[in-house]
């Protein structure tokens, strides 16, 4: 069955910096894209990036420049660095994969708190 998990999260201090994986098994992962998202409580799901097959990344405007997306082929496995974190970083972190508009999976989430 197809399997997202999330790993890496945890609590850091504001402008420090945090790894979060997502394990991905059951589909054929290079065929997919991935991407990220966190959702704040009271807040909607906010995608955060993507890689895609040709490894281009893309990001919205508030995390370019401190979040980096990539993957490792061989380990199914998708990273997202974060650097310079700020409190309003504190969310709950999903990865997400998807095959054009046909298949979207999403993981359980890790949580990740910024805070002094």
């Known amino acids: 069955q197809v399997q997202l998990v999330e790993s890496g999260g945890g609590l850091a201090q504001p402008g420090g910096s945090l790894r979060l994986s997502c394990a991905a098994s059951?589909?054929?992962?290079?065929?997919?894209?991935m991407s990220w998202a966190r959702q704040a409580p009271g807040k909607g799901r906010e995608w955060l990036g993507a890689?895609?097959?040709?490894?281009?990344?893309e990001y919205p405007d508030s995390v370019k420049g401190r979040f980096t997306i990539s993957e490792d082929n061989a380990k199914t496995t998708v990273y997202l660095q974060m650097n310079r974190l700020k409190p309003e970083d504190t969310a709950v972190y999903y990865c997400?994969?998807?095959?054009?508009?046909?298949?979207?999976?999403w993981g359980q989430g890790t949580q990740v708190t910024v805070s002094s």
């Open positions: 997400n994969a998807v095959l054009a508009s046909v298949y979207d999976y």
């Open positions: 059951g589909f054929t992962f290079s065929k997919y894209s």
């Open positions: 890689i895609y097959n040709d490894n281009y990344t």
